[in-house]
C-alpha cells in the first residue's frame, strides 16, 4: 500500500529552534567534520524535514534520536549525509593542479627508469569528475613519453557519499557536461556517446579507476599507502581549521618520498609539516614529502 504523504500535525513543519541547531550542528560535525554555519541554517532545516517527511517523521527530536539509537541508524546516516554535502564539482576544475601532476609525472619517469606506476588518490572525489580528470592527464603524459605498456596508473577515488559513488562509478555524463567541460579530442579518445544525452567513460579510463566510501574522519582504515598523488580539493573548506591540518597531516603520512599532496587554493593556511615541502608556486597549493 503506497502511505500518503505526511501531514505535519498542526498543519504546518515543526520548527527548528537554538538548541535544535545547536545539536544537529554538532551531529553533522561529529559524524562527518561539516561545519553548518548560522548563514546555512535554513538549508539545513529544509533537507532534514525533507527526509523526515519522506519517512514519515513529525518531529526533529524523534528523527535526531532515530539517527543516534535506531535500528537503521547508520543507513539513515548515510541518506542523510548525501543530502547534507556540496558534490559540485567539475572536469579539469583547476586546471593548475592537473598540469602539477603532469609535470611530476613526467619528472618521476624520466628520473627513475625502475619506476613503472604512479598511484594516485583523489580525496571527496564526488560524482568522478576530478578522478576521471587526473586519470586523462596521466594518461596522456604517459602515452606522450612512448614508455611502452609496462608503465600506467592507479587511481583510487573515495568519498562520503553513496549516490555520488555510484554515479563516479557508472561514468555517464551529460552531453552538455562532456562538451563543455572536455575537449573533442578528449571526447573521442575517452568516452563513449551513449545517447543524444549522455557520454560514458570508456573502460581504458574506466578500468584505472577504482571507487570506495571512506569517510575522512576515518582516515585510518584506510588502505592506501606509498601515493605518489593524493588530490584533496574543496571539501576541507567545510571543515574546521585544525580538523583540516589533522586530515592534511594523515594524508601526508601516506605518500611515498618525493609524492605530493595537492589541496584546493587557500584551503589550507598557516600549516607546515616537517616531512613536507611547499611546491613554489602561487598557482596550486601542493606540498612534497621529501623525508621518511
Ligand atoms: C564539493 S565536492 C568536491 C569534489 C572534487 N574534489 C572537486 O574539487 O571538484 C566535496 C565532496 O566531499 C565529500 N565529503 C564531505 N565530507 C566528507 C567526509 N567526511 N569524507 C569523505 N568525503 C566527504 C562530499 O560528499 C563531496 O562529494
Known amino acids: ?34 561545519q553548518i554555519p548560522e548563514q546555512r541554517r535554513t538549508f539545513l532545516k529544509t533537507s532534514i524535514r525533507t527526509r523526515m517527511k519522506e519517512i514519515h517523521c513529525d518531529s526533529f527530536q524523534s528523527y535526531y534520536e532515530q539517527l543516534q539509537t535506531g535500528p537503521s541508524s547508520e543507513q539513515e546516516w548515510t ?40 598511484q594516485a588518490w583523489s580525496v571527496g572525489c564526488s560524482t568522478g569528475e576530478e578522478p576521471y580528470s587526473l586519470g586523462i592527464t596521466l594518461d596522456e603524459q604517459i602515452h606522450s613519453m612512448h614508455l611502452g605498456n609496462d608503465h600506467y596508473f592507479g587511481i583510487t577515488a573515495t568519498d562520503i557519499s553513496m549516490p555520488a559513488l555510484n554515479k563516479a562509478q557508472a561514468g555517464i555524463y551529460k552531453e552538455k557536461k562532456i562538451t563543455r567541460q572536455i575537449s573533442e579530442a578528449r571526447q573521442k579518445k575517452y568516452f563513449d556517446q551513449q545517447n543524444d544525452h549522455n557520454f560514458q567513460v570508456k573502460p581504458l579510463l574506466k578500468e584505472r579507476v577504482c571507487f570506495a566510501r571512506i569517510n575522512v574522519l576515518d582516515l585510518s582504515a584506510s588502505p592506501l599507502n606509498d601515493l605518489d598523488i593524493i588530490f584533496c580539493q574543496n571539501m576541507l573548506i567545510y571543515f574546521s581549521r585544525w580538523r583540516r591540518r589533522e586530515i592534511v597531516n594523515h594524508l601526508a603520512s601516506r605518500l611515498q618520498v618525493g609524492g605530493i599532496i595537492i589541496l584546493g587554493l587557500g584551503e589550507v593556511m598557516d600549516w607546515a609539516n616537517p616531512k613536507l615541502e611547499r611546491v613554489p608556486s602561487d598557482k596550486v597549493l601542493a606540498f612534497m614529502r621529501h623525508c621518511h
Open 1 to 34: 500500500m503506497v502511505k500518503s504523504p505526511l501531514q505535519w500535525k498542526h498543519s504546518h513543519p515543526p520548527e527548528m529552534d537554538d538548541e535544535q541547531f545547536s545539536l544537529w550542528q554538532t551531529a553533522i560535525e561529529v559524524r562527518t567534520g561539516m
Open 79 to 118: 541518506i542523510l549525509t548525501d543530502r547534507l554535502t556540496v558534490q559540485e564539482t567539475h572536469f579539469f576544475r583547476h586546471q593548475p593542479s592537473f598540469d602539477l601532476a603532469k609535470e611530476k609525472t613526467k619528472e618521476w619517469f624520466t628520473k627513475d627508469p625502475n619506476k613503472k606506476s604512479v
